[in-house]
């Protein structure tokens, strides 16, 4: 399973950016989708979350601002980010994670992105 990330670059504060990440590979099924970030010199952290159902769960720095979304229709495996209002904090690289059914014995595995580096600064 791979997962390929996108939508990352430079942006004023105020402004926008959507990242978006792809699943490819042998895969069953997807269930949770989600989008952490690591800044320098600190630890990675929860930004979103989306379930298999579609129930979704922020970090309080971002709730009103970020909005998760995930397409698992014809096989697109996707999970996107809209980032809005960005702020200076912002800035740290992106990681995507998606937990896949591996089987229809209900193994699962946990599947991490590359990083997109998300930079906000005027």
């Known amino acids: 399973v791979q997962l390929q990330a996108s939508g990352g670059g430079l942006v004023q504060p105020g402004g926008s950016l959507r990242l978006s990440c792809a699943a490819s590979g042998s895969i069953f099924s997807i269930g949770a989708m989600g989008w952490y970030r690591q800044a320098p010199g600190k630890q990675r952290e929860l930004v979103a979350i989306i379930l298999s159902g579609g129930m979704t769960n922020y970090a309080d720095s971002v709730k009103g601002r970020f909005t998760i979304s995930r397409d698992n229709t014809k096989n697109k495996n996707t999970v996107s980010l809209q980032m809005n209002g960005l702020k200076l904090e912002d800035t740290a690289v992106y990681y995507c994670?998606?937990?896949?059914?591996?089987?229809?014995?209900?193994?699962?595995?946990?599947?991490w992105g590359q990083g997109t580096q998300v930079t906000v600064s005027s």
């Open positions: 994670s998606v937990v896949v059914v591996l089987s229809a014995s209900g193994a699962l595995a946990p599947f």
